[in-house]
């Protein structure tokens, strides 16, 4: 339990400095290529959980310690014993037990008496010191003060259940490609297969415990996709028919795209600045026998990749701050700025006004984030329609189909993560 414990702590501890926690999962197993699947899955569940929780336990912190430690890492050590505490089956002592050796092998056998005392303290005082930390914001809900009052402003009768829904484990949600098999006829290999699973949206399946996409059937033949129930609306709100020629902008990592090309047969060009991230987009295509025209490039610069013509669907998939899918990147709450939010906005513009040129008359584009914050979405829509006077708002009346949003604003729940969505028609 030591090394998955400090491995947790290293992790939290760069991510808090900077780094992306995909990143430093990735680099983590690359440099501890001994790790077991179970320890593996151990460290990833721990690092992902503290992240989630982060404000209560830094809550709890506070109250348990008179100073802070000589080393921030020691502080993350300990985030991660109190996250067992709370959340784990181990038993309490044991969690402890090892701890301490756990702060030696980290490098600071000084502090070992500390960590001993400040997690058998939590451990005589639990219950008073969890209504204390949970008597803030910040303690309360885990995330950033500035992000609560935002959302507390923007939504006021919807913003606790929006950040609630953010600190929750998300589902396994897969999207069936019809062109190889119908959602019922995939229900039915499921239960075959003992894998307990519900139908969700036109094209979704929610399986009831995640488990790894190598032990779900037909995965790796194309029969399914992993897609949130959410991100799966996007397609089917573009409109497109057979013989549309259509652009996918910020294609990565290729959910989007194979969606389009399993609902209709397009000349579609996925376009992402990303190389990395774009050879994803081939994978997915590969793996689920689909074709498109692939350009590495920035979607707002079209001179770096545009040929003739202009498209009869657009897809805006813009970089925003995530901020609608933290449940799935924990990280994002405490790696986002609220200063960065202004930078995303005026890119999301320049991308939205160009791609706008590429439209043809009578063409429609899909304006889409994975955000809950205004200025990045219906603040942006209605700024680009001042802007552009051949630009209609449509209605979505796909998302009235039994899906809590608020002017099309998809609000985050159990089934489906946060996103925006706005239709525009060019006259």
Known sequence: M???QCLAAEAVSRVLAGRSLDAELAETWRSEAT????ERGAVQDLAYGVLRRLGFLEALLGQLLHRP????????????????LLHSKARPYTIVDHAVPACAQLGFPQAQGLVNAVLRNFLRRRAELEVAAAGTDEGRYSYP??????????????????????NVRPP?????????????????????????????????????????VAQLPGFSAGLVSVQDAGAQLAAELLDVADGMRVLDACAAPGGKTAHLLELADLELIAVDIDAERLQRVTDNLTRLSLRAQLR???????EQWRD??????????????????VRRHPDIKWLRQQSDIKALVVRQARILDTLWQLLGSGGKLLYATCSVFGEENNRQ??????????????SLPLLADGLKHIDGQLLPDAAHDGFFYALLEKN
């Open 145 to 166: 003060q500035w992000w609560i009052a935002k959302l507390a402003a923007q939504f006021p009768r919807n913003f606790r259940e929006i950040l609630d829904a953010g």
């Open 172 to 212: 396994l949600t897969l999207r069936v490609n019809r062109r190889r098999i119908t959602r019922e006829a995939y229900l039915e290999m499921l239960e075959g297969a003992a894998i307990a699973a519900a139908p969700v949206g036109r094209h979704g399946v929610i399986i009831e415990k995640p488990r790894p």
């Open 69 to 84: 430690p000589t080393d921030a890492l020691v502080r993350n050590l300990l985030q991660v014993a109190l996250y067992q």
């Open 381 to 394: 829509v209605e700024q680009f329609i001042a802007r552009h006077h051949d630009a209609r708002q449509l």
């Open 35 to 38: 790790l077991t699947v179970q």
């Open 296 to 302: 590495q490039a920035d979607a707002g610069r079209p």
């Open 308 to 325: 003739a013509g202009t498209f009869d669907r657009i897809l805006a998939d813009v970089p925003c701050t995530a901020s609608g899918v």
């Open 2 to 4: 030591e090394r998955v």
